[in-house]
C-alpha cells in the first residue's frame, strides 16, 4: 500500500524532508498529498496542495503520515492536531519544550493510538549501533560515564534563519532554542540511547553554558557541570578554573 504523506514546514530543513520524500515517492512507497507553510513554499512540485495553515491541510488530504518540520516552540499543537485527525507523525528535533509538554503529548497518543517518531536520524548511525552492542555484550567493560563533546562553529546565517533560532523567547513565547537542545540534542539522544534508561531525580540542568559581550566587547564565558565523568574529572580542574585570552 502506498502511504500518503503531507509535511508541514516545508521550507528550511522542510527542504531535505522533500527531498526524502521525492526519492521514497519514485520507489512507490510514499504519495505526497499536501505542504503546509506559513510562508510562501520555495518550489511546490506541480501538483500538490499547498495551504498556509495546518488544520485546512489536514482536513483537506487526512494523510497517514504527516512530518512536522516547524519550529520547535509549535510542534505540540501541531502533531496534536495531526495525531487527532487520525495521522502518525514524524516530528522534527527537538521535539518538545519541557516534561509537562511531552506529557502533553503522552496523553495525545494514548488517546489516539497513533504512532509519533522523532526526527533523531543519529540514532540510525552504525557507528551509535555498533557501540550499543559492544556495551550491551559487556566488550567494553562495566560501563560507569558516558560523555558527549560537541563542538560546532554555527555562523550569522545559521542564527538568522528564523526569529526563534538562538533565542528563549520570542515576542513573549517560549522557544527554548540551544546548543544542547538543539543541534546536540542528536547527542543527548545518543547518550541516553546508549545507557537505555530514563535518567531519574533531575529537575533543573546539570550542565550549562553561557556566553555573552560586555559593553566594552570582552566576552565572558563560562561552561559549568555538574555532572562530570572521573575521567573528565581527572583532566580538568576539581573546582573551576578561569582562562584568560589577550588581545
Ligand atoms: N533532524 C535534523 O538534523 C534537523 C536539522 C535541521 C532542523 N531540524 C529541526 O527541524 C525543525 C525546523 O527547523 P528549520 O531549520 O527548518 O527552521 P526554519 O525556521 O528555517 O523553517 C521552519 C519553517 O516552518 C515554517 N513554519 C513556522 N511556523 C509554522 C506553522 N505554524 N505552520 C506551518 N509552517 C510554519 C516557517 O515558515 C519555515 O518555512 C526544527 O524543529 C529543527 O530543530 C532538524
Known sequence: MTATVALIGANGHGASHRRVIAQLQERGLVRLVGLCDIAPVEDPPPDVPVCRDHGELLAQCSPDLVVVCTPPHTHLPIASDALRQGSDVLLEKPPLLDAAEHHAMLRVLAETGRACQVGFQALASPALSELVDAVNAGRLGSLATVTAIGAWKRDDSYYSRGAWVGRTIVDGVRVLDGALANPFAHAVMQVLAIVDRPLTGV??????????????????????TVACGRWWASRSAPSGSFRARLR
Open 203 to 224: 529537575e533543573v540542568e546539570r550542565t550549562a553554558r553561557a556566553k555573552c559581550r560586555s559593553t566594552t566587547r570582552q566576552l565572558c564565558a563560562c561552561t559549568s
